[in-house]
């Protein structure tokens, strides 16, 4: 094997495809975000290469090649198969989000945590609402949003209704307040099922798509795309 190579378990959060190879972004156990370059006649002979899929888990041994990697092998551990459009859509936000949130190569385990219990919670639950709980714990872990504890504080909260406010013109009513609460409270735990009315998911989705589009400065491709199907 090449020096440097390691095997991680991982995510896969994108693809991106060009003429002769694709791009792909993983988020590792070991190293954070990392890129790898797959040229599509490789990526053919990988007996495993159904799992490089968004949000497919998988063991990744990887060298490094300049700014980017080589998949040296692939093992699958679990995939979804997406039955709608609607579900891909979500998929490819879910990944999106995390690697626009935090930098490639700095390791947070709490993210990784985080996403592998998304991953288990969509695996019998609807892939949206499990984006729009993973998008606002990005924002906590990234720093844009307080913790959860803390937004039960009324002062805390109240700083932060201002500053949405101020960022994105946005009025966060009483309902749409404890619903950002439980939402950042979530722990993952499916006998503890969050408890939002229809209305609350759909204020907190479009909410999540306005403070990511002024944190990261732009509009994710994702997040277009979800806003043609409405």
């Not at 729009?132 to 990234?142: C, R």
Request: hydrophobic share 40%.
């Amino acid at each position: 094997m090449k020096a440097n190579t390691f095997t991680s378990e991982a995510i896969v959060l994108w693809r991106k495809k060009r003429k002769y190879y694709s791009i792909y972004a993983f988020l590792t156990k070991l190293e954070g975000i990392i890129l790898c370059s797959v040229p599509h006649k490789r990526k053919a002979n990988y007996k495993e290469g159904a799992y490089l899929q968004p949000l497919s888990c998988l063991y990744l041994t990887v060298a490094p090649n300049g700014d980017m990697y080589d998949i040296i092998q692939i093992d699958g551990i679990s995939t979804r198969d997406y039955e709608s459009l609607e579900d891909i859509s979500y998929a490819t936000f879910s990944g999106e989000l995390v690697s626009a949130l935090f930098e490639k190569g700095k390791l947070d385990r709490s993210v990784y945590t985080n996403m592998s219990r998304f991953l288990q919670s969509i695996q019998d639950k609807p892939i949206r609402l499990g984006s729009i709980v993973l998008g606002w714990h990005m924002l906590s872990l990234a720093g844009f949003v307080p913790q959860g504890q803390h937004c039960e504080d009324p002062e805390v909260m109240a700083s932060l209704c201002d500053e949405i406010y101020e960022a994105c013109q946005y009025v966060v009513k009483q309902e749409l307040q404890q619903g950002i609460t439980m939402l950042l409270n979530y722990d993952w735990i499916p006998t503890k099922p969050l408890r939002l009315t229809a209305n609350q998911w759909d204020q907190l989705e479009i909410l999540l798509r306005n403070l990511l589009t002024y944190q990261l400065g732009y509009t994710l491709h994702s997040i277009e795309f979800l806003e043609t199907m409405i």
